[in-house]
């Protein structure tokens, strides 16, 4: 069989499209399903069945929109109480679609009613077992999602599926998971590397390092960093069913249009690089650089149903922004407008941006507080002599900690979140300096 991996870098998650001959199955699509078609017309590929293996919390499902496109089953787990027709499915049940045989494991844990799909040929008898979010590369979907009450048996759940796969499956069957290279789905992180198969997971994955599941199950609930706020959104839009995403470029606005949307509620999202921020940038503007980590932060520091003005420049992408933010169901994009335009009505505003060498060499023994806004687990495991900790999407909530009258010096690992609230923090009226470096160059100075 034929497997084409379709990557969305941003989520940290992956589709799969699997195929013999010129039959395929697509599993856990993204919203924008038109990457699946072309990769389809690409290879010369017929989709005969869509499956996704649980009601995602971190993304908008495209099953139900490329299923319906297409006009081929959606394969969901029965007991998922969804708005739309679809193929209700459940352990055990075997579908063959011309030369594809699919089979449904019930690998409850990282949801109640998460499955994984096992496809096999005639040609490949051993074949693939897409994971979803149950058993990852080293590690294991998180199993905090849905309450804490569930916490702990979706826990002692994802211990039991993660042995079942490794149990029932021949050793050299690949793993293709959905969860795990870089989404806040992913339960631990480890430094293991996979040779892709079940059997490379009974050496590496950290379910395995614990024969005792009391054992695991402490491991684990112990573990967890909080998840974007915007996963709530996500299983009600799951069960609904969305539209395919198709982005467009939002409207011009003109610098006046777009300050009267500000004054009325709107938000200006900077999506320049942070270099071109900490320059100059219209005030009352949020940086949000775009790239990687765009739509998480942002998703996670605003509120989801807010109306967004994207702060732009020639070398931005506005398209690629309204892309990511369709991922997590943010589609209230009113508008676009330049920079320089904006600043010509707000004003202009600034931030000073330094290395780590600078702020030990001028301003470590001044007066100031320094922020650290990793995660909670970052900040465990390294950190810099009095650094007040608190994590970016808490910033807003917790201002009231930080003192307006001293400055305020920001850090993280890179860069990128120590910029993101260091703008939240001058809007808000605070003196900031942004440290937009390396932690490891800081580290070193100690």
Known sequence: MDIVVVATPELGDRSYVVAEGTVAFVVDPQRDIDRII???AEHGLIVAAVGDTHIHNDYVSGGLALSSELGVPYLVHADDQVAFERVAVRDGDVFEFGPLNVEVLHTPGHTPNHISFRVTSVSDPTGVVMSGGSMLYGSVGRTDLISEEMTEPL???QYRSAHRIADSLPSETELMPTHGFGSFCSAVSVQEVSDGTVGGERRVNIVFNYPDEDEFVAMLMASYDPYPAYYRHMGPANRAGASALRPKAPRRLSGPEAAELCGAGAIAIDIRSRHEHY???????YLMEYGSSFSTYLGWMFPSDSA?????DSSSDPVAAVRS???IGIEEIVGQVEAAELSLVLGEGSITAIDFAEYFDHLRTTPHQLLDVRNPSEHRQNRLPGA???PIYEVANRIDELDPSIPVVVHCAAGFRASAAGSLLTQRGFNVVVINDDLANGLARL
């Open 38 to 40: 072309q990769i389809c």
């Open 155 to 157: 826990s002692r759940a």
């Open 279 to 285: 320059a100059s940038h219209p005030r009352g503007s």
């Open 308 to 312: 967004f003005i994207l702060v732009t």
């Open 325 to 327: 933010l369709g991922f």
């Open 388 to 390: 007040i900790q608190i």
